[in-house]
């Protein structure tokens, strides 16, 4: 039976599309959106299609901008010799988040997944390439998720990025995470947090 | 900073306002919105412009609707003798679900929350006493969450309900949920269900 009307029904569908979201979460949100005025919900709905509408990725990096070439690759005060590679615009918030990064990036547009048939040719890869040939890039910094997908993501890159002799390829550290306990961690994050331990100056 | 596009953080900032969603969901939710394909953007802004032009309060018994009268209210099948009062539309889908409830509903819109300075005012009241003063009603259920503000809500239209003599004012069971252990339950429901206990035929 249709407890809702067809229009309302029609909202749940679309909500309950988006991450997290399943039936119930859309169902509330559809009545929330009812509950809150007229210009609000038609400011609400203009917002979603400008932002489609506008919203392009950066010829150079890969990264969303309004623009042609975004906000930090326009940015002549980065070090353009530098590029950190994520997966999404997840990984330049919280590289930016820490206010030390001031290089560039290029953004994978997603991971190698072999099961669900990505491959490397479906990521943002080629024009990484073609950057570091023709820029002075000195440096290449992996930081993405430290999962399978992740890091067979990296060997892949690794692999088209030997024959630029002279480009220092580096990846974000593994360890264990800032405030946490030691015991919540697997023995492979161990391996990997002895094998990268850091002499103590005292 | 600003990490993403100005319109990108205008859609975090309409979505964030929905109910349980967060900064982070809303992120999600909008890169989300950004990889689907622009028909799919755009029928999901257009339904909910919709939904909000379309749906209006039922005028009998509140219920959302996209006619004047309800499907329910409009149902000739229905025993309108008695009326289940509920809270939101949640109500009328946790009791039409039961399928064994065939009555009619009244939608409160809401509760008496005298911390927000929600008074019975606020909430759709005087129609349910028009209802009752004029359609041949014998008995309302009380079927709204067994809340502080819920059974104040009671209390204060349980009062208003006095003057008709033969109505019969009845509420939903309290008691420990089916298929729960009862050791989950605190003492004021179970000093409930005590009261309320049935007698068992062996």
Known sequence: MNYYTNSIDEVI???????TIGRKSATKMALKILEM???????????????????????ICGNLTE??????????KRDKSTI???EDIFGI???????IYRGMYHVLNGLVVPRDG???????????????EKENVK???????????GELTELYIIDLLKKFKDLKISKIANGIPI??????????TFIRALEDRKEVEY
Do not use: W
Request: glycine residues 2%.
């Open 93 to 99: 918030v919280s590289l930016e988040k820490t206010k």
């Open 118 to 132: 990505i491959t490397l040719d479906d990521l943002n890869v080629s024009s990484l390439i073609s950057r570091i």
């Open 84 to 86: 950190a590679i994520v």
């Open 139 to 149: 440096e290449v910094i992996f930081a993405i998720s430290q999962t399978i997908d």
């Open 37 to 59: 005025d007229d210009e609000f919900v038609v400011n609400f709905a203009k917002s979603i299609i400008n932002m489609k509408k506008n919203t392009h990725h950066c010829k």
């Open 67 to 76: 623009n042609e070439i975004c906000n930090i690759c326009s940015d002549e």
């Open 179 to 188: 405030g946490r306990s030691v015991e919540n961690y697997d023995e492979l």
């Open 13 to 19: 569908h679309y909500l309950s599309k988006l991450p």
